[in-house]
């Protein structure tokens, strides 16, 4: 069956400019968490959602939003961009966390400029 | 609070020796304890993962994990290094603590010499 999908894989954009990236899950998941990977920082957790409901967030600014849709297919939203948003945005996806296993997307590379 | 540490950032074998990555976490509540390995560019994919049913784990590719309550680790092993190993290794402890979240440890480059 097909995996996690994430779109764009790669886009560029300027300061002040907002962003919205895509995930599509694997069929049957209901579970989608973000997650931004950056050299400093390592992998940080943004937020998990769970048919259609924000079931926790991580340590970001309002600026990070997200939300999912009643075909369990996720948006995440950056607005006001900053340089240091430049990151790989990872989704990822499971049926029933922490106990089933949580399956990554190839990444959404972000570059602000 | 939750956290995972992983010891050296960087770790160097050679071809055919043990690989020892390391890993400690602290946990408030029984963890699920996951190792996964990222390849140049591309997203994670899991190794292997502890879900409290046996304390040794076997993962894909001969690489295995041991759970020591004791010592809180789940220390990465695989008896004989291959070329293709080389990525970054990440431990990372998954909860259901007012709601379901995965830290990450600092993740382990390792290196395979010919």
């Known amino acids: 069956k097909a995996g996690v999908t994430q779109t764009p894989r790669y886009l560029i954009k300027t300061r002040g400019q907002q962003v919205t990236l895509s995930c599509s899950p694997i069929?049957?998941?209901?579970?989608v968490s973000w997650y931004q990977q950056t050299p400093g920082q390592g992998l940080q957790f943004l937020f998990e959602?769970?048919?259609?409901?924000?079931?926790n967030k991580g340590n970001f600014p309002g600026r990070f939003s997200g939300r999912q849709f009643s075909n369990s297919r996720s948006e995440m939203n950056v607005s006001t961009l900053e340089l240091g948003d430049s990151a790989l945005y990872l989704c990822?996806?499971?049926?029933?966390?922490?106990?089933?296993?949580?399956?990554f997307g190839e990444g959404s590379w972000l570059t602000v400029v | 609070a939750q956290s995972v540490t992983q010891l050296g950032s960087h770790v160097s074998v050679s071809e055919g020796a043990l690989v020892l990555l390391r890993c400690n976490y602290s946990s408030s509540v029984p963890p699920y304890l996951f190792w996964y390995v990222q390849y140049p560019n591309q997203g994670l994919q899991l190794l292997l993962k502890y879900t409290s049913a046996a304390t040794l784990v076997k993962g894909i590719n001969g690489f295995e994990a041991e759970f020591k309550k004791s010592e809180t680790s789940f220390h990465l092993t695989k008896p004989s290094a291959h070329m293709s190993d080389a990525a970054e290794y990440f431990c990372?402890?998954?909860?259901?603590?007012?709601?379901?979240?995965?830290?990450f440890g600092a993740g382990t480059r390792l290196f395979v010499k010919a």
């Open positions: 069929s049957g998941h209901r579970s």
């Open positions: 990822a996806s499971s049926l029933n966390p922490p106990v089933d296993t949580i399956y």
């Open positions: 959602y769970f048919s259609e409901t924000q079931r």
């Open positions: 990372a402890v998954s909860l259901n603590a007012g709601g379901f979240k995965t830290i």
